[in-house]
């Protein structure tokens, strides 16, 4: 998969004086069925996640609180994304390595995906990551 496949996707937003709503459907806002949702919290200043890659999962990354940047990768390319809001997310397609950075204090990160936890969907080796998409892309 290319880093284009990659995108910011906008949600509803329920304005309200009261304070906003945002919602979302499997299948019609995000382009998979949610079968697992997991956030990370009490993330300590400095800290990175994601550095892995996976081979059939997508994912839906929302900042439910504070923000954060993603670093996508593609084996080609990469590009950075700024999280800050809750009513859009970035969907990450399968075979993209994944770094998360710059995480503010008190952030919570939202994951929606595609699949029930598997260990043997990730690539936590980059060269091995590399491998698989030159491999796929026949380069
Ligand atoms: P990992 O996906 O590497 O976290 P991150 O990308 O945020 O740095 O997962 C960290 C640990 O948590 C790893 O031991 C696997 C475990 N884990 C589960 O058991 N179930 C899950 O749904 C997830 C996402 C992780």
Redesign the pocket.
């Known amino acids: 998969m290319a880093l284009t496949d990659c995108k910011i996707i906008d949600l509803p937003k329920i304005s309200d004086p009261r304070g906003n709503l945002t919602f979302i459907e499997g299948d019609r806002h995000i382009p998979f069925d949610i079968k697992?949702v997991?956030y990370?919290y009490d993330i300590p200043g400095g800290a990175e996640?994601?550095?892995?890659g996976h081979r059939k999962l997508e994912q839906f990354i929302v900042s439910m609180s504070g923000s954060f940047d993603v670093i996508l990768d593609d084996g080609y390319q990469t590009r950075t994304i700024h999280m800050n809001r809750s009513y859009y997310g970035l969907y990450v397609s399968p075979m993209m390595w994944r770094d998360?950075t710059n995480v503010s204090s008190g952030a919570v990160l939202m994951v929606l995906a595609s699949e029930v936890?598997d260990?043997n969907d990730y690539f936590r080796d980059y060269d091995l990551f590399l491998q698989a998409v030159r491999e796929k892309g026949g380069v």
């Open positions: 697992r997991y990370l996640r994601g550095a892995h998360i936890y260990e």
